[in-house]
């Protein structure tokens, strides 16, 4: 089951074409673009017509595929280089490491006759694995957040209050089905929990300087019928203050073993904000986020500096309908963009997971690894 008829990224069997949904033109244009060579999907990862750590990591894998396609009797030396140019695409998420190293693992031993073919298995099986695991973590946080309403509820109840009429949720980014290939991770959870029958609410930080929030968050929201709110970034200290957000829910790029979080740019003021005000913050995100071989976020998460231009700069519709492009400060203006920042574990009220929720920190982590491992072996 997905969660719309669109996905992310879809492989057309009969045509043979990769198409993927060309998220710089959301939300004023709905646009399937094909990749038809490595180049394609090196720049739709580069470019960010394809975003979110999930989604890059399987665009990554469909460019192996792409690359081995045009070549008859396809050679090692081209996988090789496919590898290591699709890896220097984006460096902060890990799951583009994590999916060309799966990719790498199971070509590895297959005759060099079927390596193209054994390669868009492997995109395919990435593929599928990044839509069940999205839906199943989705499943672990809604029974926390629906945790979470029930005792919202309780609580009004027993000091004579009135019901409360929805769960307010904050995000950050896009974290959702755009991010990845259906469902999302952060916005998974929100999906799952309104499903349950939880009236949910979502603040959406817009997230300059790209505007995710603004552009894509709201624009997945609506198609799925979740109330929302757009926010300007530095609205959450503020509602948090009022009593106007139960939980924060975000996702991840790369997680550490110790459980220090690298998310977009400012997730860490809004967990900040909400450990002062004792708002519990949550972070979704698959297993293959989880960089078990760091262990401190700050010192060793290259953070992505992207060009100051998409600062200085923004894109949107006109009232005369077209889409356009406009400057916001002064001409030559320095402008310095770091596209992802790092929230401690200690500000991270638990981890959710395909596989459960987990504390962030080491021990937990840890038991996680070690769990994985005996499963590999087993
Ligand atoms: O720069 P982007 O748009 O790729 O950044 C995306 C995010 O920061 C998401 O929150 C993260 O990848 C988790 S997506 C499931």
Known sequence: MTTTAHLSLRYDAASERVLIVDQTRLPHDFIERELASLDDACEAIAAMWVRGAPLIGVTAAFGVYLALKPQVGASRAVLASAIERLAATRPTAINLRWALDRVAAQLADVDDSILCESALGCALALHAEDIATCAALGEQGAERLSQLWEAKCAAAQSAGLAAPTQLNVLTHCNAGALATVDWGTALAVIYKTQARGVPIHVWVDETR?????????????????????????????????????????????????????????????????????????????????????????????????????????????????????????????????????VTPARLVTALITERGLFEANAESLSALHAQLDAQAVG
């Not at 799925?224 to 609205?235: E, P, S, W």
């Not at 220090?260 to 297993?287: E, M, Q, R, W």
């Not at 960089?291 to 290259?302: A, H, K, M, N, V």
């Open 209 to 341: 300087p790209r505007n995710q929030g603004a552009s894509l968050t709201c624009w997945e929201l609506g198609q799925r019928g979740v109330a929302h709110t757009l926010i300007v970034d530095n609205a959450g200290g503020h509602l948090m203050q009022h009593g106007l957000v139960d939980c924060c829910v975000v996702g991840s790029d790369r997680t550490t073993l110790n459980g220090d979080v690298c998310n977009k740019i400012g997730t860490y003021l809004k967990a900040l904000a909400a450990f002062d005000n004792g708002i519990p913050f949550y972070v979704a995100l698959p297993i293959s986020t989880i960089d078990f071989t760091l262990r401190d976020g700050l010192s060793e998460i290259p953070i992505e500096e992207r060009a100051g231009e998409e600062v200085s700069h923004i894109t949107g519709r006109d009232d005369d309908g077209r889409v356009c492009r406009v400057q916001l400060t002064p001409d030559a203006t320095r402008v310095s963009n770091y596209g992802f920042d």
